[in-house]
Nanobody, 118 residues
Framework: QVQLVESGGDLVQPGGSLRLSCAAS????????MGWYRQTPGKERESVAS????????YYADSVKGRFTISRDNAKNTVYLQMNSLKPEDTAVYYC???????????WGQGTQVTVSS
């Protein structure tokens, strides 16, 4: 069983930056593709970014390309999401996800609130 704990959410002005962190425990971190999702009230949870367990290749939603960067530190069992040039439409609860490379089972964190507002 993998446990995920997100941190770093905050209130920030448009154009500002935040770095989200997700600390994992309970599994072999390096065997999991890690991702960040976000959700706003009344909408489905959407994928924001992910980083492959083996190759380290990354995926970004079109809405965040060029502004967000996902990275992982396998020695610290942590995945990060650096968010720059934040916009009001980035306001959401951000969730960390871990998916085992073979079993494909999913684990979720509790979420962290990001609010972009002046």
């Amino acid at each position: 069983q993998v446990q995920l704990v997100e941190s770093g959410g905050d209130l920030v002005q448009p154009g500002g930056s935040l770095r989200l962190s997700c600390a994992a425990s309970g599994g072999i971190f390096s065997l999991y593709t890690m991702g960040w999702y976000r959700q706003t009230p009344g909408k489905e949870r959407e994928s924001v970014a992910s980083i492959n367990w083996s190759s380290g290749s990354t995926y970004y939603a079109d809405s965040v390309k060029g502004r967000f960067t996902i990275s992982r530190d396998n020695a610290k069992n942590t995945v990060y999401l650096q968010m720059n040039s934040l916009k009001p439409e980035d306001t959401a609860v951000y969730y960390c996800n871990a998916r085992h490379f073979l079993r494909q089972d999913d684990y979720w964190g509790q979420g962290t609130q990001v609010t972009v507002s002046s």
